[in-house]
């Protein structure tokens, strides 16, 4: 494995507050995108949940032989942070109350299987093939806020500054957020179910599993990109002129969060390329 370039870089401009994680080693390389809580923090450091959560999957790869397969990766990324919930208070809450578990979505390389693991709405990129992994209730969420932003603005009852420092579209939509999480590794077989990291089974159904053939040139990024292209440039150039010309993330890219006063960004964002 050759890795070409790399990037990462959170919404704020403090490094302390990306929740995004780049991992890599001889054996596997992975983007992990910590979700945004939608509870406040979980840990008694204050560290976020999503980023408390990165911060356990990359320790498990750091551990796992190189012949790991998908499952057995996954097993062990939730038996610790199963192992987390019950030095706070059980996994019956945790399950009972899923806005307030470790969340994150991750995309990684093995070279042992010559195999990319997708769960969650991580992006990869296989010889320019884009491979996603959306959220359908992103996709409402997003519309939604779209909606009712443009509404507002259509009224003249707001403006775009105004919106980059109070996101009423972003509190329109936040209790539909938190009740979707309900979800979240649900395992019930729904359009809206969607698989992350949490500590709990993830379906079969809802993880991309992709078995690689020959040499590859490969992105990983996590979802802070509008489009992923080939080359680091040519992905920030694109994110770059989004926030310019949309900085509320209601018409070229729809988000559930656009570029707010005090960020650099939408989200956070991870970038990294490499041959095998």
Not at 66 to 87: C, E, G, K, R, V
Not at 131 to 145: M, P
Not at 217 to 235: A, N, R
């Amino acid at each position: 494995m050759i890795i070409t370039e790399q990037y990462l870089k959170g919404k704020f401009d403090d490094a302390q507050q990306c929740e995004d994680v780049i991992f890599t080693s001889d054996d596997f390389i992975a983007v992990i995108d910590g979700a945004t809580s939608k509870a406040g923090t979980i840990a008694a450091d204050q560290i976020t949940s999503g980023k408390r959560a990165g911060q356990l999957i990359s320790e498990v790869l750091s551990t796992l032989p190189a012949d790991t397969d998908m499952q057995s990766a996954i097993s062990n990324f939730n038996q610790l942070i199963t192992a987390y919930y019950h030095q706070n208070k059980s996994t019956k809450y945790y399950w009972d109350n899923p806005i307030e578990r470790l969340t994150a979505s991750t995309v990684i390389y093995s070279k042992n299987k010559h195999e990319l693991w997708m769960i969650g709405d991580c992006m990869a990129l296989i010889n320019g093939k884009l491979i996603t992994n959306y959220k359908k209730v992103d996709e409402v969420c997003s519309g939604l806020r779209s909606a009712f932003i443009t509404n507002q603005l259509m009224r003249n009852e707001t403006s775009v500054e105004q919106l980059s420092k109070s996101d009423t579209g972003r509190n329109f939509i936040l209790p539909l957020l938190r009740w979707s999480i309900q979800f979240q590794n649900c395992g019930y077989d729904h359009e809206f179910a969607y698989s992350v990291i949490d500590g709990f089974p993830v379906s079969p159904k809802l993880i991309k599993q992709v078995k690689l053939e020959g040499s590859a040139k490969i992105v990983l990024s996590s979802d802070g990109y509008p489009e992923l292209k080939d080359t680091l440039e040519e992905s920030e150039s694109i994110l770059e002129r989004t926030l310019k010309d949309d900085p509320l993330c209601i018409d070229l890219f729809k988000s559930t969060k656009g570029l707010r006063s005090g960020t650099v960004s939408f989200d956070d964002r991870a970038y990294i390329s490499f041959v095998v």
